[in-house]
C-alpha cells in the first residue's frame, strides 16, 4: 500500500517591479529657457515680419538683374583679381602651414612640457575665437591697403584653427612606432621625428590643402574690407548698383572656387589614398 505523496510547495509568485520613470524635470527646464533665449533674441531684432512676403519677389528681382544679362566688359580685369584672390590665399595658407605645424606639433601630449602645451592651446584659442575680418581691419591700419594685407590676415587666422588638428593628429598617432623609438633610446625630438611625423604627415598635408580652400573663400570676404582681390569689385559695383557686372563677378567666383576645390580634393585623395588605391579603385 502506498503512501500519499505530499503536495510540493511551489514558490510564491514574485510581483514584478516596473523601474521608475526617469525624471524629465530637468530636460523640461532646459527646453523652455532655451525657447525663452530665443523668443527673446527674436524679439530684440525688431524684425519687421510683414516684409517678408514680398522678399522672394525682391530676391528674383535682383536675381534678373544680375544674371539675365552680365557684363562681360570686366571680365579681364576680374580674372586678374580672381588670380589675386587665389595668390592671397595661396601665401596664406603657407604662412599658416609654417607656422601652425611646429607649434602644434609641441602643443601635442608627450611632445611639449605642460606649461608649453597650455599657452600654445590657449593662444590657438584665442585666435579662433577673432574673425579673419576683425584680424584684417586691425591690420590695415600697419600695412595699408594692399593684398599682402589679406594674406597676411589669412594667415594669422588660419594658425589656431590649424594648430588645433596639428596636436589632435599627433595625438591620435598610434603608440607603437613612438614606443619602438624610445625603447631603442631615442628623446622627444627623435620620436617626433621617426615616429610621429612620418604617420601624421598625410593627414597634416590634407589639412593644409583643406586650409587653402577655406582661404579662397574667405579671400573674396577680405576684399569687401579692402585687402584688395575680387572682394573689391565685388564690393565698389555693388555700391555703385551696378547689378549686370555683380553678376558676372559673382559667376566668375562661383566657377573658379569649384575649380580650385576640384583641384585641391584630387590632391588630397592622392596623398591619403595613394596612386596605388587609386589604380585598384579604377580597375574594380
Same mark, same amino acid.
Given at each position: 500500500?502506498?503512501?500519499?505523496?505530499?503536495?510540493?510547495?511551489?514558490?510564491?509568485?514574485?510581483?514584478?517591479?516596473?523601474?521608475?520613470?526617469?525624471?524629465?524635470?530637468?530636460?523640461?527646464?532646459?527646453?523652455?529657457?532655451?525657447?525663452?533665449?530665443?523668443?527673446?533674441?527674436?524679439?530684440?531684432?525688431?524684425?519687421?515680419?510683414?516684409?517678408?512676403?514680398?522678399?522672394?519677389?525682391?530676391?528674383?528681382?535682383?536675381?534678373?538683374?544680375?544674371?539675365?544679362?552680365?557684363?562681360?566688359?570686366?571680365?579681364?580685369?576680374?580674372?586678374?583679381?580672381?588670380?589675386?584672390?587665389?595668390?592671397?590665399?595661396?601665401?596664406?595658407?603657407?604662412?599658416?602651414?609654417?607656422?601652425?605645424?611646429?607649434?602644434?606639433?609641441?602643443?601635442?601630449?608627450?611632445?611639449?612640457?605642460?606649461?608649453?602645451? #597650455?599657452?600654445? /592651446?590657449?593662444?590657438?584659442? +584665442?585666435?579662433?575665437?577673432?574673425?579673419? =575680418?576683425? %584680424? @584684417?581691419?586691425? $591690420?590695415?591700419?600697419?600695412?595699408?591697403?594692399?593684398?599682402?594685407?589679406?594674406?597676411?590676415?589669412?594667415?594669422?587666422?588660419?594658425?589656431?584653427?590649424?594648430?588645433?588638428?596639428?596636436?589632435?593628429?599627433?595625438?591620435?598617432?598610434?603608440?607603437?612606432?613612438?614606443?619602438?623609438?624610445?625603447?631603442?633610446?631615442?628623446?622627444?625630438?627623435?620620436?617626433?621625428?621617426?615616429?610621429?611625423?612620418?604617420?601624421?604627415?598625410?593627414?597634416?598635408?590634407?589639412?593644409?590643402?583643406?586650409?587653402?580652400?577655406?582661404?579662397?573663400?574667405?579671400?573674396?570676404?577680405?576684399?569687401?574690407?579692402?585687402?584688395?582681390?575680387?572682394?573689391?569689385?565685388?564690393?565698389?559695383? #555693388?555700391?555703385? /548698383?551696378?547689378?549686370?557686372? +555683380?553678376?558676372?563677378?559673382?559667376?566668375? =567666383?562661383? %566657377? @573658379?572656387?569649384? $575649380?580650385?576645390?576640384?583641384?585641391?580634393?584630387?590632391?588630397?585623395?592622392?596623398?591619403?589614398?595613394?596612386?596605388?588605391?587609386?589604380?585598384?579603385?579604377?580597375?574594380?
Amino acid at each position: 500500500m502506498t503512501g500519499l505523496q505530499t503536495p510540493v510547495k511551489l514558490p510564491a509568485q514574485t510581483e514584478l517591479q516596473t523601474p521608475t520613470k526617469p525624471s524629465r524635470l530637468w530636460s523640461t527646464v532646459f527646453a523652455i529657457v532655451v525657447g525663452a533665449i530665443v523668443l527673446v533674441a527674436g524679439a530684440g531684432l525688431k524684425i519687421s515680419w510683414s516684409d517678408l512676403p514680398a522678399m522672394p519677389g525682391q530676391i528674383w528681382h535682383y536675381l534678373r538683374l544680375m544674371f539675365e544679362a552680365p557684363n562681360l566688359e570686366k571680365l579681364p580685369r576680374a580674372l586678374f583679381e580672381t588670380w589675386r584672390s587665389i595668390s592671397m590665399a595661396w601665401l596664406g595658407a603657407i604662412m599658416c602651414v609654417a607656422v601652425s605645424i611646429p607649434l602644434g606639433m609641441l602643443a601635442a601630449n608627450g611632445v611639449g612640457p605642460w606649461w608649453l602645451r #597650455t599657452a600654445l /592651446r590657449g593662444v590657438f584659442a +584665442v585666435i579662433r575665437a577673432v574673425p579673419e =575680418v576683425i %584680424i @584684417a581691419l586691425i $591690420l590695415l591700419t600697419v600695412t595699408g591697403l594692399t593684398p599682402f594685407t589679406g594674406a597676411l590676415a589669412l594667415g594669422i587666422a588660419g594658425i589656431g584653427t590649424q594648430g588645433k588638428w596639428v596636436y589632435e593628429t599627433i595625438e591620435s598617432v598610434q603608440e607603437g612606432a613612438s614606443e619602438a623609438v624610445r625603447a631603442a633610446g631615442g628623446s622627444t625630438a627623435e620620436v617626433t621625428r621617426w615616429a610621429l611625423w612620418p604617420a601624421a604627415a598625410p593627414t597634416l598635408m590634407s589639412f593644409a590643402l583643406y586650409r587653402f580652400e577655406i582661404n579662397i573663400r574667405t579671400s573674396a570676404v577680405l576684399g569687401l574690407v579692402g585687402a584688395g582681390g575680387i572682394g573689391s569689385m565685388l564690393s565698389n559695383y #555693388t555700391n555703385f /548698383r551696378q547689378w549686370d557686372t +555683380v553678376g558676372m563677378l559673382l559667376i566668375v =567666383v562661383v %566657377i @573658379a572656387t569649384m $575649380l580650385m576645390d576640384a583641384v585641391s580634393g584630387a590632391i588630397r585623395r592622392r596623398i591619403m589614398e595613394g596612386a596605388r588605391a587609386r589604380d585598384v579603385a579604377r580597375s574594380s
